[in-house]
């Protein structure tokens, strides 16, 4: 036996309490054994008391809202397996055996049956007295006594489902409430979407418990649903709509059934039947459950509508909670921060790829500090920086006397980002003869330090960047296809600044006000002249290089305004149109162009012997062809040699 208790719906779905204390209590108080901060509970609302031959006794304390067992409320029960209890907003089961809960205790089933139009009474809702009390009934009123009895559990039930706040817990406590102010034996609730198909339904038999399912006529639900009218159905063997097989193999004497309203359409269903002929249902049974029908309506529509204020809730508060340094609001930096947000709440490898200088880094910190991880130590290791000889022990650190200068006993980077996480920067130039003791980490999480023989477990999460082709490198044999493929198991890729040019201005006054507060100068506005060379530059340096250009036009600027000739040359001379002959920046542009030409003329059309007769970098010169517009010039220099 496994005593326990099972939450399968409200604030307690899917607590679990096993049931080896003498006396468990339940309540809205932390003090409980079981609690929730629900204001449907009462601070001790109920209790299970284990009696000394094993049978378990569940007590009402007293709360304001009761406490069900299979839909009746009680004051002391002895609970049986499988038994439903409802206390507050939450449904639980009791179990004794081994198999898990299932939240639809008492499955619905429908069958097809044809139902006739001739029925002993129908109501629509906006002839429910109850509803519309200044409406006129052929029947005649309630007798005062049923009236003020019945408006008074309308009452009740207004005020106590407005407290209800989850779907699965307000169909269960809706059966309840049913089943308190009909005799009903079997009562179902079922939801629609809004294409008409059940969303959510709840039933129970009262007889029979928990292995019976309540099995209602399908063609029923569509006349209600066509017709927008509650049904009552007395002496079911006699009627027409008697007819029904779920209804005489059942030996129904009597059943209601009554549409849920919402604006033009119908949310639900309400069927209650009863085999009992000495308490059949009667017109104001009718009335009244039409009546709370209207109520229930309203109850499911807020309790969605809350459900989906939830989700956006989460959904921003996550995105208010993504701690990272990234600016841009392109759609492509959106896209980026959407998958940091979706990835830091997991502990998956991530490559990201990219382009120098486009902020691998900030986003791999992006990613720690938005997890779960972010109290734990960020590591970082830029694999190109460090020779292969150092590389083993700087990552995986080294025993004392492991090699010639190994005085003391040093722990690596992978130690020292144990619980938090380890960033690899410019994988691509990982030592190959180091990449399977890598990839052993990867897949085991655990390591040896250089020259020790004992392996060491670690709970570190890996992030990894490259600005190379990782794929190009494994078929060219420099990097390990299986640690590609165990890198590569989040793969993000950020965009050259170029490919998101909206964010360069709100970048560039980003980095003009981080310098400002870096060399302690006067922020300054950037002038439309020196916008437009922002715009026009095609950024090869990326986002590092846009930062040092704003930085050096805020230093050295002389005037109270960034402008063009306040930035670095080659982004000076990317403004877009053409000057007027006689302005500095035509003069020295026109310079540029004929130094070029020249020197491309000498060397024969070859950029790098040009580059040499100039005495740059050929990149540079690339860079500087590119700028002045002078793309063509390569092979106009080789026809003219």
Request: charged share 25%.
């Amino acid at each position: 036996m496994n005593p326990r208790i099972v939450g399968i719906a409200g604030p307690l779905n899917g607590t679990t309490l096993a049931l080896t204390d003498d006396e468990i209590s339940v309540g809205r108080e932390p003090s409980n054994k079981l609690w929730a901060a629900d204001s449907a509970m009462s601070r001790r609302h109920c209790a299970i008391v284990k009696q000394e031959d094993g049978r378990f006794l569940l007590s009402d304390l007293g709360g304001r809202n009761g406490t069900r067992v299979n839909g009746e409320r009680i004051e002391k029960y002895e609970l049986c397996h499988r038994d439903q209890i409802t206390v507050g907003n939450s449904t639980l089961v009791f179990l004794l055996g081994d198999e898990q809960a299932i939240a639809e205790r008492n499955p619905l089933e429908l069958d097809d049956t044809t139902v006739e139009e001739d029925v002993v009474a129908s109501l629509r809702p906006e002839d429910s007295t109850y509803l519309h009390p200044d409406s006129e009934r052929p029947s005649g009123q309630p007798k005062a006594e049923r009236l003020a009895a019945d408006l008074s559990t309308v009452l009740k039930i207004a005020t106590h489902i407005g407290g209800i706040r989850d779907e699965g817990g307000l169909q269960w406590q809706l059966l309840g409430m049913l089943f308190d102010v009909v005799p009903a034996q079997r009562a179902a609730i079922l939801f629609f979407d809004n294409a008409g198909e059940i969303a959510r339904s709840a039933a129970w038999d009262r007889l029979h418990g928990p292995e019976v399912p309540v099995r209602v006529s399908r063609t029923l639900l569509k006349k209600i649903t066509a017709e927008r009218t509650g049904l009552l159905l007395d002496n079911i063997k006699r009627s027409s709509v008697g007819q029904a097989a779920s209804l005489q193999s059942a030996g129904v004497k009597s059943a209601l059934c009554v549409p849920l309203l919402l604006a033009d359409r119908v949310s639900g269903v309400i069927y209650l039947d009863t085999r009992s002929p000495e308490n059949p249902f009667d017109s104001d049974h009718l009335q009244l459950i039409t009546a709370v029908a209207g109520l229930i309506s309203l109850a499911w529509e807020n309790v969605r509508n809350l459900e989906k204020l939830r989700e956006e809730n989460k959904y921003l508060q996550e995105e208010i909670n993504l701690n990272h340094e990234l600016v841009g609001d392109s759609p492509r930096m959106r896209a980026v921060y959407e998958l940091v947000r979706r990835v830091a709440a997991t502990d998956s490898t991530v490559l990201i790829q990219g382009e120098s200088g486009t902020g691998k880094e900030l986003v791999a910190r992006a990613v720690h500090n938005s997890s779960s991880r972010a109290d734990g130590p960020f590591v970082a290791v830029n694999c190109a920086a460090i020779t292969e000889t150092l590389l083993e022990s700087e990552l995986f650190g080294h025993e004392k006397g492991a090699f010639t200068g190994a005085v003391a006993q040093k722990k690596g980077k992978v130690e020292l980002a144990n619980g938090g996480t380890l960033f690899l920067d410019e994988i691509g130039e990982f030592a190959v003869a180091l990449q399977a003791k890598l990839l052993r980490v990867l897949q085991e999480r655990e390591f040896e330090r250089v020259g020790g023989t004992r392996p060491m477990k670690v709970d570190v999460r890996f992030v990894a960047a490259t600005n190379r082709g990782l794929l190009q490198a494994v078929e060219a044999g420099t990097f390990r296809r299986d640690l590609y493929h165990r890198l590569n198991v989040v793969s993000l890729t950020l965009p050259a600044l170029r490919e998101r040019a909206e964010d360069i201005s709100l970048l560039a006054d980003y980095f003009v006000a981080k310098a400002s507060r870096k060399c302690r100068v006067r922020p300054k506005p950037i002038s439309p002249e020196a916008q437009a060379c922002l715009l026009n530059y095609d950024w090869p340096g990326n986002v590092r290089e846009l930062e040092h250009a704003m930085e050096r036009a805020l230093v050295l600027g002389s005037s109270d305004r960034i402008f063009p000739e306040d930035l670095p040359a080659e982004i000076f001379e990317s403004a877009p149109g053409e000057p007027s002959s006689s302005s500095f920046q035509s003069v020295v542009k026109e310079q540029k162009k004929q130094v070029v030409q020249k020197a491309m003329q000498q060397s024969g059309g070859n950029y790098i012997e040009a580059a040499k007769v100039l005495g740059i970098h050929p990149n540079s010169l690339l860079r500087l062809i590119r700028n002045l517009n002078l793309k063509g010039i390569t092979s106009e220099a080789q026809r003219n040699s």
